[in-house]
């Protein structure tokens, strides 16, 4: 049972240019989370989508990021016109269908590290 | 506000020594979740414990145990004899019933020397 893919898992891009991170959840899973690490800092929750629905954008920065999760093919995090203060860990986590309001675990993904030049 | 604070920054123990890693969260929530998660040198994110605000029973597994107790709020875990394998960053983390998202704390960096 595969664990929770992202790729890539190292990219580089210059100042203003685009960047779109990728994460297909665990065979099962129908819910995806986005969490941004800084350097030396724990992880912040930017958005939380089920199947072609954001559910919860509140830690999303305003500008420049948008976050999907379509009915075929896997989330995407993306990063218009990136900057210097963009470069961190951007891990995907993914959990089984809710029951109820029952609060499953999160699996993570290895990450993907975005380096801005 | 939910939040969790791991106030030792880095811990360096010698192999085999015990080594208890600190978790205090804060939430109003009635029910809610504690987890620990282990991120090795690789960068990836292990699961290890998931706890329910209702089940204040401690947990043991193999060299690893947890501390759950409500009255302090604190959920620590502890590695026993330790291994150079352990070394990781240990990140806490808190969800409630009322929101999505789970709360991190900073982390604690463990070196074990051989």
């Known amino acids: 049972n595969a664990g929770v893919m992202q790729n890539p898992r190292h990219l580089v891009r210059r100042r203003g240019q685009e960047a779109r991170l990728r994460c297909s959840p665990m065979?099962?899973?129908?819910?995806v989370y986005w969490y941004r690490q800084l350097p030396e800092e724990g992880l912040k929750f930017m958005v939380y989508?089920?199947?072609?629905?954001?559910?919860?954008e509140s830690g999303m920065p305003k500008e420049r990021f948008s976050a999907e999760f379509p009915k075929e093919g896997p989330s995407i995090l993306r990063i218009q016109q990136v900057v210097r203060g963009d470069s961190a860990a951007y891990f995907c986590?993914?959990?089984?269908?809710?029951?109820?309001?029952?609060?499953?675990?999160?699996?993570f993904g290895p990450g993907t590290r975005l380096t801005v030049l | 506000a939910q939040k969790v604070t791991q106030a030792q920054t880095e811990i360096s123990v010698v192999e085999k020594e015990d080594v208890t890693l600190d978790c205090v969260y804060e939430?109003?929530?009635?029910?809610?979740?504690l987890f620990w998660y282990k991120q090795p040198p690789s960068g990836e994110l292990v699961f290890l414990i998931r706890?329910?605000?209702?089940?204040?029973q401690n947990e043991i597994s193999g060299r690893y145990s947890w501390n759950f107790q409500k009255s302090t709020s604190s959920f620590n875990f502890t590695i026993t004899a330790s291994q150079v394998v352990d070394s990781a960053v240990y990140f806490c983390?808190?969800?409630?019933?009322?929101?999505?998202?789970?709360?991190f704390g900073t982390g604690t960096s463990l070196t074990v020397i051989p």
């Open positions: 986590a993914s959990s089984p269908e809710l029951a109820g309001t029952f609060t499953d675990t999160q699996y």
């Open positions: 065979k099962g899973h129908s819910h």
């Open positions: 989508l089920q199947k072609e629905n954001i559910i919860d």
């Open positions: 939430t109003r929530d009635t029910t809610y979740y």
């Open positions: 706890r329910n605000s209702f089940d204040e």
């Open positions: 983390a808190l969800s409630s019933n009322t929101g999505n998202q789970f709360y």
